[in-house]
Nanobody, 124 residues
Framework: QVQLVESGGGLVQAGGSLRLSCAAS????????MGWFRQAPGKEREFVAA????????SYAESVKGRFTISRDNAKNTVYLQMNNLKPEDTAVYYC?????????????????WGQGTQVTVSS
């Protein structure tokens, strides 16, 4: 198991940027694929981005491709989500998640551990 704590959320105007961080406990962070999901009020949790163990491969939802960048620093046990050109429709609670088996990346059920979430609000 790994414990995850997100930070970096907040209120930003449309077109602005935020950088989310997710700090993981435990010495096996580098063995986990990591993902970011988000959930807006009244909607299901949706995939945002994922990154493999050493960061060699990333994947993104179409809605954020070209605007968001996922990265990780295994020495710091941290995964990041850089969000640029934010839009009001990006408003949601953002969660990081860890996957300890080589499954797919899109479904929340593929992930074994979750953080508590951080709120991102984009005003128009």
């Amino acid at each position: 198991q790994v414990q995850l704590v997100e930070s970096g959320g907040g209120l930003v105007q449309a077109g602005g940027s935020l950088r989310l961080s997710c700090a993981a406990s435990g010495r096996t962070f580098s063995t986990y694929r990591m993902g970011w999901f988000r959930q807006a009020p009244g909607k299901e949790r949706e995939f945002v981005a994922a990154i493999t163990y050493r960061g060699g491969f990333t994947s993104y939802a179409e809605s954020v491709k070209g605007r968001f960048t996922i990265s990780r620093d295994n020495a710091k046990n941290t995964v990041y989500l850089q969000m640029n050109n934010l839009k009001p429709e990006d408003t949601a609670v953002y969660y990081c998640a860890a996957q300890n088996q080589p499954l797919g990346v899109v479904l929340p059920t593929y992930y074994s551990d979750w953080g508590q979430g951080t709120q991102v609000t984009v005003s128009s």
